[in-house]
């Protein structure tokens, strides 16, 4: 797909030393700090809609919107809404409709789901969301030319680590933001950023490193992974 044709992908994530974004206990595990709560708060701020997969908005039952009361007036201010847009994909329709990815802001909300769960997802959830059919499976692609057509120009991909892969391996990611923080988990049972994947880049085909930042005891690590991500 052209570029021209999708927003503009920026992925966000944050994981230990080795590369866990979660541990395999029920409680969520802290990766980041306040400092970079913040930043991350900002990004959310520049964007148009804020995509989460569903496994995602079963385990940490995330709010997805604007933290900062400044942010959201400027928000507001520039003729949009106080927080963008709440985006899921779901293969099987399993989602809590008291969520709060349902319940919390007055967000404009869209589930992408597999052709087969559309009649289970639009009974659960059709009344709290845009239910569009994404084919079956569930297409990126297609996905990203649908949030186009909607005025999505400037998407954020939060996790969880299969949505992140997807949208790798698929080559359809302009922008990593990627937080590194300072321990390990080393628990097999834990999610990991990715797993395994014929991605575009390895040892051949390196991504360019835009930034690299630390943020009080975290490092931001900044790629580029297509000509649309500038240096700054």
């Not at 404009?108 to 009974?123: H, P, Q």
């Not at 949030?147 to 299969?162: D, I, P, Q, S, Y």
């Not at 930034?211 to 500038?230: K, N, P």
Request: net charge neutral.
């Amino acid at each position: 797909m052209s570029c021209a044709t999708r927003p503009y992908v920026l992925l966000s994530c944050a994981t230990s030393i080795d590369g866990y974004i979660d541990d395999a206990a029920d409680q969520r595990l802290l990766l980041s700090n306040a400092d970079d709560l913040d930043r991350v708060d900002a990004v959310r701020a520049s964007c148009d809609a804020i995509l989460v997969g569903a496994g995602t908005v079963r385990r940490d039952d995330p709010r997805l919107l604007v933290r900062s009361a400044h942010r959201r007036a400027e928000r507001v201010a520039g003729g949009r809404p106080a927080s963008p847009a709440k985006v899921t994909l779901t293969a099987r329709g399993d989602l809590d409709p008291t969520a709060r990815f349902f319940t919390a802001g007055e967000s404009d909300r869209l589930v992408y789901c597999a052709t087969g769960a559309l009649e289970k997802t639009r009974e659960r959830v059709g009344r709290l969301a845009t239910v569009v059919d994404a084919g079956d499976p569930v297409d990126p692609d297609w996905l990203l030319r649908d949030l186009a057509g909607r005025g999505v120009r400037r998407l954020m991909v939060e996790g969880g680590g299969t949505v992140h892969a997807q949208f790798l391996a698929a080559g359809l990611a302009d922008e990593l933001h990627l937080v590194i923080a300072p321990f390990f988990v080393g628990d097999g049972r834990a999610p990991r950023f990715v797993g395994e994947g014929d991605f575009p880049w390895h040892p051949g085909r390196r991504a360019r490193l835009a930034e690299a930042r630390q943020i009080g005891d975290v490092v931001l690590l900044r790629y580029a992974l297509s000509d649309r991500c500038a240096d700054t």
